[in-house]
């Protein structure tokens, strides 16, 4: 199957999709099906003999001398979900039964000839019934098809949603269904301005750290550093805490800014965790408003000009505490060259430079 679709079949047989079986006396591989590509889905299927519900795969049944081949084409998906029993609905997408009708172990698995790139899901059920130590559902002959591949994202259990895919062991070219009771969430993830911790063996998503800006209320220059929260979920594992997630800064304009935002400017936080970064929108810290008062200008005897000179320059107030502002006035100037009394001037306070208190 190289692309294309199988979709709502039903059967009161096995294997509403794709049926591969033959008997005690055919030779291993009679039955083949090689799938490149394409989706089986809303097939399904019953099998009912003395009474007794099998189960069986709705969407592909592999028992017997059938074999099942994932030669996947990186440029498609494999899809097999969606496929149910009749009698009840429940799940049965790919169905491994024993390697012989008589129902010899071990059972049937799906052999993988090609990388498993791109989006592949399946669920999975096995004739061997489930257990911890783990139940093979899939092998290949290259370990390179395998490594690195989220296989829990894969292969999925139909009967049991404790059990994952994952290698036998560290190194296997087997895959199998197994369970754990303790997560060990060392895999991290992020979306926008949160990260996710997973277990590295089944990938189940746990707790979260979330990276905030400052308060809105607070981004107004006060000589003071305006960090960015890191703030974790209730179940988040507590490895890191969210106090040791590492965070920088960068600011807009400026790529030789370092350190924690304090001036007034527009800045981004990022943490990082493992080899994943989660960052803030842009948040801007805006200059703190300061006034001058009591600027004076000298009178003078009609010269035909405009120029005007300072008397005094009046007073600066809504300086931080600790800092001294220095400013000066320049380009004073009469709103005309006209004698008059009580006339309009203008002028520009130029603030030359902050010195911090130590």
Known sequence: MNNGEIIDNSTEGAGGGVYLRG????????????????????????????????????????????????????????????????????????????????????????????????????????????????????????????????????????????????????????????????????????????????????????????????DADSLVYDGTEKKATVTASDDWSGSPAANQVDVTYTKKGDSSFAGVPKEAGTYTATMTLGSVTASTDEYTIAPKEVSVSGITVKDKEYDGKTDAEISSKGTLTGAIAGETLTYTVTDVKFENANAGNDKTVTFTVVLLFTCEAL
């Open 23 to 214: 008997w005690d006396s055919d030779p291993a591989g009679s039955s083949k099906f090689i799938m490149r590509g394409g989706r089986i889905t809303g097939n399904t299927s019953n099998v009912l003999m003395g009474g007794k519900d099998y189960d069986t795969g709705a969407g592909v049944y592999v028992d017997s001398s059938g074999y099942f081949y994932l030669n996947k084409d990186p440029d498609t998906d494999i899809i097999i979900t969606g496929n149910t029993k009749k009698s009840d609905g429940a799940a049965r997408n790919v169905y491994l039964g024993p390697t012989k009708a008589t129902g010899n172990y071990p059972g049937h698995t799906i052999s993988i000839i090609a990388p498993l790139t791109g989006t592949i899901r399946m669920g999975v059920t096995t004739k061997e019934a489930l257990k911890a130590s783990g139940v093979a559902i899939a092998k290949t002959a290259d370990e390179a098809y395998i490594t690195g591949v989220k296989l829990y994202d894969i292969f999925t259990s139909d009967k049991g949603s404790g059990y994952f895919a994952a290698r036998h062991s560290a190194t296997s070219k087997d895959i199998v269904l197994k369970s754990h009771s303790t997560h060990n969430y060392s895999v991290y993830e992020a979306s926008g301005n949160t990260i996710t911790e997973k277990c590295s063996e089944c990938g189940q998503s746990g707790g979260t750290l979330t990276v905030a800006a400052p």
